[in-house]
T-cell receptor
Framework: AQTVTQSQPEMSVQEAETVTLSCTYD???????LFWYKQPPSRQMILVIR??????QNATENRFSVNFQKAAKSFSLKISDSQLGDTAMYFC???????????FGAGTTVTVRA | NAGVTQTPKFQVLKTGQSMTLQCAQD?????MYWYRQDPGMGLRLIYY???????DKGEVPNGYNVSRLNKREFSLRLESAAPSQTSVYFC???????????????FGDGTRLSIL
């Protein structure tokens, strides 16, 4: 079974600053995908960024970027120039290539302060 | 384009009552999923349907049943609700990308279910 660990239950950041969320996972598979989802107070689950394990280049999406360290099984999310609208719970998730079961971490609540 | 639609959005039940949560997607996705979200535990997979006509258990299937009614619809049923099933329930769907792997899952807005 795959496990995903988010060790930071809560984080707070000043508007316009940078915050980094950690995620580690455990798998014996070599080919898989990693995701970060955002869940604002509205409860929607919104895909933030996706990383394919076979790609060495870290994924970026506007102000969001990841640091993917395959050997260390680490997948951190960096939010640059934080905005009030970034306040949300962030979930790291993992799925094996061609599988159907998406495994989630417990989530990190990010609060952006004005 | 509605995406994934869940009904109802909120529901309160008494212990022992039955309830069906409905989910429909309009993206022609093959696979559909039901999750529950509890504080401090992220989302946990209850059941999924890889394709029309198939269903499989996820991580926490006990106390639930599902029906893949057609390609668009995937329902979750609680036959005899228990307080431990108080949770937020999410439906999701996904299709295949060019490599044949599942695309990222699209989620509905969730159903908040309280069982007294």
């Amino acid at each position: 079974a795959q496990t995903v660990t988010q060790s930071q239950p809560e984080m707070s950041v000043q508007e316009a600053e940078t915050v980094t969320l950690s995620c580690t996972y455990d798998t014996s598979e070599n080919n898989y995908y990693l995701f970060w989802y955002k869940q604002p107070p509205s409860r929607q689950m919104i895909l933030v960024i996706r990383q394919e394990a076979y790609k060495q280049q870290n994924a970026t999406e506007n102000r969001f970027s990841v640091n993917f360290q395959k050997a260390a099984k680490s997948f951190s999310l960096k939010i640059s120039d934080s905005q009030l609208g970034d306040t949300a719970m962030y979930f790291c998730a993992f799925i094996i290539f061609n599988d159907y079961k998406l495994s989630f971490g417990a989530g990190t609540t990010v609060t952006v302060r004005a | 384009n509605a995406g994934v639609t869940q009904t109802p959005k909120f529901q309160v039940l008494k212990t022992g009552q039955s309830m069906t949560l409905q989910c429909a997607q309009d993206m022609n996705h093959n696979s559909m999923y039901w999750y529950r979200q509890d504080p401090g535990m992220g989302l946990r997979l209850i059941y999924y349907s890889a394709s029309e006509g198939t269903t499989d258990k996820g991580e926490v299937p006990n106390g639930y049943n599902v029906s893949r009614l057609n390609k668009r619809e995937f329902s979750l049923r609680l036959e005899s609700a228990a307080p431990s099933q108080t949770s937020v329930y999410f439906c999701a769907s996904t299709g295949l990308d060019r490599s044949g792997s599942n695309q990222p899952q699209h989620f509905g807005d969730g159903t908040r279910l309280s069982i007294l």
